[in-house]
């Protein structure tokens, strides 16, 4: 932003970030992480988050499968990977550099893991857990441009897990 514009009020200014949108600000339903929502709920949200200059990203998980998959085909719909598959190690080191490197924020929309819930509980909430975990480690360093990075859990969750 320019000096002696003033920011919109879901903009915070945050010295080791280019700029840190509020997401919970703009869209109060959106709840605290993790952020579940309903997959009908996508539309408004891209439109508030576009206009806050968001770019939104989305992965479809498909089929239940593995950890491994989850990790491979968020990586690959943000553009950092492009397997099918990835090493949680590999997740984390390709979310930090991303990080590191700063420019827009990013959501990531991830479609499918309320049906892995259904199939495989454990599964669905340890890939929750952990990529929740990887954003939660993003410190910000002395130096350096960052990102802020956002993930939401898309279905239907009202058959899977109640408070959503």
Request: charged share 30%.
């Amino acid at each position: 932003m320019t000096a002696g514009k003033k920011r919109p009020p879901w903009v915070k200014t945050a010295s080791v970030y280019d700029r840190y949108i509020d997401i919970r600000g703009l869209i109060p339903s959106i709840g605290d992480v993790p952020r579940m929502i309903n997959s009908g709920a996508l539309a408004g949200v891209r439109k508030v988050l576009d206009e806050a200059g968001f770019r939104v990203s989305e992965a479809f998980l498909g089929e239940l499968s593995s950890e491994r998959v989850f990790a491979g085909r968020v990586l690959r719909s943000m553009g950092l990977w492009e397997k099918e598959e990835a090493a949680w190690g590999l997740f984390v080191d390709r979310i930090w550099d991303f990080y590191r490197e700063g420019g827009d924020p990013v959501l990531v929309a991830i479609h499918g893991v309320d049906k892995w819930m259904l199939q495989d509980f454990k599964l669905g909430v340890r890939c929750i857990f952990k990529s929740a975990a990887v954003l939660d480690s993003l410190v910000p360093e002395l130096e350096g441009r960052r990102r802020q990075i956002e993930f939401v859990f898309l279905g239907d969750w009202e058959g899977v897990v109640s408070g959503v």
